[in-house]
C-alpha cells in the first residue's frame, strides 16, 4: 500500500540494451540501448503522458514496467514494492493491479475467441469467481466500456476499429487494475473515433479512480489526456514536468521543436509561433552520439554538449530538464544549474 504522497509507480535508474550478436557463435559486438537510465514518479490518480519520436524507448519503458521484459539495471517499484527480478509467480497477484493497452486493437485480439472469452481470460487465468457468475461480470464490463452486452458471443472482426479497442480495454478493466499502461492506445484508429477512445478512457479513470501511464507519438491526444508529461530522446528522460508548463515554456530544445509541431487552433496565436524542424534523423541506439545524445541534432549545442552528459535537474518546480542550456528558463535557475 502507498500513503498519499508515496508514488504508485517508481522508476529508478531503470535500463534496457537489447544484445547484438554475430557469427553462429553469437558472439555480442554491441548492444542497442533502447532505455538508458531514466527515473519517474507516478501517482495516483494522475496521468503521465510519455512523448518522443519513433524508437526513442518509449515502448520498451512500458513493456519494462510491466515487467513483459526484463530490465537490464535498475529498480521498478509498485506500490512499495520492488518487482523488477520478482518471480512470474509472486508476480501474478500484481498483475491485477497492473496491465497494458496495446496499440494495435486487431492484432491484440485473438481472432477465433468471442468476446466474451477474451475478456472473461482473466478471471480464468487468476482463477476469480464473480458473484453472478464470469458472464455476467463480463457482460458488465462490456456496457461499461460502451459495448452492447449481448454481443458477448461476437468474433473481434465483427466490431469497427473502434470497437476493437474498447474490447482490448474492456480486457484490461476485468480485474479492477489500478494502473494501466496504455501504449498508443489510439493511434492505429481513424482519427474520428480517437477523440471517443481518449474520452472513454478520462470516464473510465474518473469512475474507476484509476492511473494511467499514456504512451504516444501524437502531441495533441497527450496534452488532451495527460496531467504530467515525459520526454524521451534516443532512451533518455530529456525533460518532465506539468502539462501547461512543458506546452507552454518548454525548456529542453528537443522538446521545443517538437511542440513547435503541434497545431494551434487560434490563427492569430499561430502565426506568433515559429515551426523549428530538425534536422537529421534519430542516430541509432547502437552508437548513440556521446555526453547529450541530442547534441547532433541541437542549434544550441557547444563544446561541453559533446563531452558531458547533462543530468536531469528541476529548475522550477516540477518541471526536470537535462539540458546545458535550456530555454524559458529564469535567470537564478540558470545560475542554480551552472554553480
Ligand atoms: Fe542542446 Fe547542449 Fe542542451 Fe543537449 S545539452 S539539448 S546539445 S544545448
Known amino acids: 500500500?502507498?500513503?498519499?504522497?508515496?508514488?504508485?509507480?517508481?522508476?529508478?535508474?531503470?535500463?534496457?540494451?537489447?544484445p547484438v550478436t554475430k557469427g553462429l557463435l553469437k558472439r555480442q559486438v554491441g548492444a542497442v540501448k533502447a532505455v538508458d537510465g531514466i527515473s519517474f514518479d507516478v501517482f495516483k490518480g494522475e496521468t503521465l503522458g510519455v512523448v518522443g519520436e519513433s524508437g526513442c524507448g518509449k515502448s520498451?519503458?512500458?513493456?519494462?514496467?510491466?515487467?513483459?521484459?526484463?530490465?537490464?539495471?535498475?529498480?521498478?517499484?509498485?506500490?512499495?514494492?520492488?518487482?523488477?527480478?520478482?518471480?512470474?509467480?509472486?508476480l501474478r497477484p500484481l498483475r491485477r493491479d497492473m496491465q497494458m493497452i496495446f496499440q494495435d486493437p486487431f492484432s491484440s485480439l485473438n481472432p477465433r475467441h468471442t468476446v466474451g472469452a477474451i475478456v472473461g481470460a482473466p478471471f480464468r487465468i487468476q482463477g476469480i469467481k464473480t458473484e453472478h457468475g464470469t458472464k455476467?461480470?463480463?457482460?458488465?464490463?462490456?456496457?461499461?466500456?460502451?459495448?452492447?452486452?449481448?454481443?458477448?458471443?461476437?468474433?473481434?472482426?465483427?466490431?469497427?476499429?473502434?470497437?476493437?479497442?474498447?474490447?482490448?480495454?474492456?480486457?484490461?478493466?476485468?480485474?479492477?487494475?489500478?494502473?494501466i499502461i496504455a501504449d498508443e492506445p489510439v493511434s492505429a484508429l481513424d482519427v474520428s473515433i480517437q477523440a471517443q477512445v481518449v474520452n472513454l478512457l478520462e470516464d473510465l479513470q474518473n469512475e474507476l479512480d484509476l492511473t494511467y501511464v499514456v504512451i504516444a507519438h501524437d502531441l495533441s491526444v497527450v496534452r488532451h489526456i495527460s496531467d504530467r508529461v515525459a520526454v524521451m530522446y534516443l532512451g533518455k528522460l530529456v525533460e518532465l514536468a506539468d502539462?501547461?508548463?512543458?506546452?507552454?515554456?518548454?525548456?529542453?530544445?528537443?522538446?521545443?521543436?517538437l511542440m513547435s509541431a503541434v497545431p494551434i487552433p487560434d490563427p492569430a496565436r499561430r502565426n506568433d509561433r515559429e515551426r523549428i524542424r530538425l534536422q537529421g534523423d534519430v542516430p541509432s541506439p547502437l552508437s548513440p552520439p556521446p555526453a547529450c545524445r541530442f547534441h547532433t541534432r541541437c542549434w544550441k549545442a557547444q563544446a561541453i554538449c559533446k563531452v558531458e552528459e547533462p543530468p536531469l535537474v528541476e529548475l522550477a518546480p516540477r518541471h526536470q530538464v537535462a539540458c546545458h542550456f535550456p530555454e524559458n528558463v529564469s535567470k537564478e535557475s540558470t545560475e542554480a544549474v551552472s554553480a
Not at 65 to 75: A, D, S
Not at 164 to 177: C, E, N, S, V
Not at 243 to 257: F, G, I, Q, V
Open 1 to 18: 500500500m502507498t500513503t498519499p504522497n508515496e508514488p504508485l509507480l517508481s522508476v529508478q535508474d531503470l535500463q534496457k540494451h537489447f
Open 60 to 90: 520498451t519503458m512500458g513493456r519494462l514496467v510491466t515487467r513483459l521484459l526484463e530490465p537490464t539495471g535498475g529498480k521498478v517499484v509498485f506500490e512499495g514494492q520492488d518487482i523488477t527480478h520478482m518471480s512470474q509467480g509472486r
Open 136 to 179: 455476467k461480470a463480463v457482460q458488465d464490463i462490456l456496457e461499461l466500456v460502451g459495448l452492447n452486452p449481448e454481443h458477448y458471443n461476437r468474433y473481434p472482426h465483427e466490431f469497427s476499429g473502434g470497437q476493437r479497442q474498447r474490447i482490448g480495454i474492456a480486457r484490461t478493466l476485468a480485474l479492477k487494475p489500478k494502473m
Open 243 to 257: 502539462r501547461k508548463d512543458l506546452y507552454e515554456s518548454p525548456m529542453h530544445p528537443y522538446t521545443n521543436a
